[in-house]
């Protein structure tokens, strides 16, 4: 083997394990996480140099880098709209004027997702990653924080120190409640380690797919985190409903599904209470939906959350209030009941309604057709069409994994902070590589 051979595969493999190390780099926080990141970007581009920006450039490119110029504009503009509303807010939100370049200052930071979404397309496109090693540090990550939770139930703290708090359980990520939406992420590629890597028709494998559902159901369970339960669900039966050879495991799963939720349930006061609270909440939202009754004071919070944002967007329809401002026009909207406890929170708790708030109609119009065209360009022409892409199976848990993440009847954290943003462009970036190698098939045949 030549030296510029060693080398390069030198080059692959660290490459490799960086992205394989991004589960861990969501657990450890978000400055490991962002140094990750950072080191991802700019690997590749030392590597590789010029190299990395001469991919091909379809029209989802273009869309995206049209959304970052957006972000930009959207975010110098109100930096002169902002101005006045800290002077005319004092000291009642302690806002200081030294923030008055922070929406430009947070716009531009954002263009990393940009960058980070180019360099793993890169990456994927030219085969120079192995992602068979971010399958196993997924499936390692997910199955720790599982375990560690079982512990915390067990002995009231978790093998880090971290004491459980009543209803929900952290694991590892200590006062962040949030273990139960890292497993929900993380953990479906677990069920494709032994079909894409291993021995296909591995005779252990249909004991082996249903005992990793009983642990990551359950340990989602335990986390009392409601909305990635769902969540998990939902993209445990997308996979079983398109990809026929998992077909066979549906009986177990709706059997295994309904045997742990009823026990667990009715034998765990926390558990029984957390759902229950649940599913009052939904359906007294869904009552008010139905019955137009939108000013009723004894609606749920997160129906309060989510009301907000219809007079907050109306300040900023076209172009929005700027990233992570929602925080700060929620106060100035129209119609506000400064009597009522709740008045605003720092984002609408949904991806689609944040992103008309801070980039206006125009933003929200370019992610509809970005998220559009990613699933026209992976899920339609995996599953609808006759194309090379059939083939791939690795695409299938990112095709699935970012349906469920844009999904938007569900309430989200928000779409501009370090973790969702990271993860969104990571898995869009691969699945998007993916596609475009079939992509590249396709035109030069």
Not at 1 to 27: C, G, V, Y
Request: net charge positive.
């Amino acid at each position: 083997m030549s030296l510029i051979s060693i080398i390069d595969n030198k080059k692959r493999a660290f490459l490799s394990i960086l992205i394989a190390l991004m589960p861990f780099s969501f657990m450890a926080g978000n400055m490991i996480l962002s140094l990750n990141t950072i080191f991802l970007i700019l690997m590749p581009i030392l590597f590789f140099r010029k190299d990395v920006f001469r991919i091909n450039f379809f029209i989802l490119d273009k869309i995206l880098i049209t959304f970052f110029i957006l972000i930009l504009i959207t975010g110098a503009i109100n930096n002169f709209h902002l101005y006045p509303i800290y002077k005319t807010w004092g000291t009642s939100i302690e806002i200081s004027l030294d923030e008055y370049f922070l929406t430009i200052i947070k716009s531009i930071l954002f263009l990393k997702y940009l960058l980070l979404y180019i360099v793993i397309r890169f990456l994927i496109e030219k085969d120079i990653i192995n992602l068979k090693f971010f399958f196993i540090c997924s499936a390692i990550a997910s199955l720790f924080v599982c375990f560690d939770i079982f512990f915390q139930f067990f002995y009231g703290k978790d093998i880090f120190g971290y004491a459980a708090t009543g209803r929900k359980l952290s694991g590892p990520f200590g006062d962040e409640l949030i273990a139960g939406g890292f497993v929900q992420r993380f953990s479906l590629f677990a069920f494709f380690i032994i079909p894409l890597f291993y021995n296909s028709h591995n005779k252990y494998l249909k004991f082996i797919i249903p005992f990793l559902f009983i642990i990551f159901f359950t340990g989602i369970i335990l986390s009392g985190n409601r909305m990635p339960l769902l969540l998990f669900v939902f993209g445990i039966c997308l996979i079983v409903l398109f990809q026929r050879q998992t077909r066979k495991f549906f009986l177990p799963f709706i059997i295994i599904f309904s045997l742990i939720f009823f026990l667990i349930f009715n034998f765990n006061k926390f558990v029984k209470d957390n759902f229950l609270s649940f599913y009052g909440q939904t359906s007294e939202m869904i009552k008010i939906v139905t019955e137009k009754d939108f000013k009723n004071e004894n609606a749920p919070q997160y129906f309060k959350e989510f009301s907000t944002f219809y007079d907050t967007w109306l300040i900023n329809k076209y172009i929005g209030g700027g990233i992570k401002n929602f925080r700060y026009y929620c106060h100035k909207r129209e119609n506000i009941n400064t009597n009522q406890k709740f008045i605003c929170n720092m984002h609408p708790h949904n991806y689609y309604l944040e992103i008309l708030t801070e980039t206006g109609i125009i933003g929200f119009i370019l992610v509809l057709l970005i998220f559009t065209i990613t699933l026209y360009n992976s899920f339609l022409k995996k599953y609808f069409l006759d194309t090379p892409l059939k083939y791939n199976n690795i695409i299938i848990p990112f095709i699935f994994l970012f349906i469920v993440e844009i999904f938007p009847l569900k309430s989200t954290g928000s779409f501009f902070t370090t973790g969702n943003a990271t993860y969104l462009f990571l898995i869009m970036a691969i699945l998007v590589g993916l596609s475009g190698k079939e992509n590249l098939i396709e035109k030069k045949d």
